[in-house]
């Protein structure tokens, strides 16, 4: 496939989520901060997804990647309603509506890529990036019912790249671990029941348990490259970064 053509399926899901957004807010069912909220999400990382696929010179895309795009581009409008449910009530069912397919298709852009053996380090860093922004924008949304510490599950991961950039050796390459794809689907349940309003006298248990597990595998990952930081402050090992404790590229 040539470079051109790679770019159109980034570009394409940037599109769906525009109409997407663009329709719910002819429809009156988001004020102005929400489009702009979505299309930025839309943009930024459509930008960040075409430089990738420039520098690594790619010329096949693979279907693993259009399903991660496709969840990309409900990540889009889902920012857009939880941006708009800041200033006033949103349509819950709709909200909910969007987030089970995007947890969903997590599950799907993985198979894909191992059915296809189209496994790759930009497919993985695009579908991490993916989940991490869903639950930073899902903990927003939550917290406003349950507390601003339910923002700590969105925000766990953001801390530790950022950790990364002042401790080198938290940037070591942490070896694969089933436990990290199983939390990360905890985290994206939780959440989209608490949003759903269904179980409210629970929903703050289910949440508590849900980060308890989080920080655990943070901790597990963290004390790991701690043990092995030596090879991580190498040269050869300090250039790349360790993938966040809550998903696992494989």
């Known amino acids: 496939m040539a470079r051109e053509q790679v770019r159109l399926a980034p570009i394409g899901s940037a599109l769906l989520g525009a109409a997407g957004l663009a329709a719910i807010q002819a ?13 930025a999400y839309l943009a930024v990382s459509t930008v960040l997804v075409l430089r990738a696929l420039h520098r690594r010179a790619t010329r096949r895309f693979g279907w693993a990647n259009v399903v991660t795009a496709t969840r990309s581009a409900l990540v889009g409008i889902i920012t857009g309603l939880v941006a708009a449910s800041f200033s006033e009530p949103i349509s819950v069912p709709l909200l909910i509506g969007l987030v089970v397919p995007a947890l969903a298709l997590d599950a799907v852009d993985g198979w894909v890529a191992r059915r296809t053996d189209s496994i790759t380090e930009l497919g993985a860093r695009f579908d991490m990036e993916v989940d991490a922004f869903l639950l930073l924008v899902l903990s927003g949304y939550v917290s406003q019912i349950l507390g601003l510490w339910v923002l700590a599950i969105g925000l766990m991961r953001y801390v530790f790249v950022a950790a990364g950039w002042l401790v080198p050796w938290l940037r070591g390459q942490l070896p694969p671990r089933y436990w990290r794809k199983v939390v990360t689907a905890v985290q994206g349940i939780a959440l989209a029941v608490a949003a759903s309003g269904v179980v409210q006298a629970v929903a703050g248990v289910l949440v508590g348990v849900a980060l308890v597990l989080l920080a655990e595998s943070f901790g597990r990952d963290v004390l790991w490259l701690a043990m092995h930081r030596s090879s991580a402050d190498s040269p050869a090992r300090g250039r790349r970064r360790a993938l966040p404790a809550e998903v696992d590229a494989s």
């Open 27 to 39: 429809s009156g069912g988001s004020p102005t901060i929400g489009w702009i909220a979505g299309m």
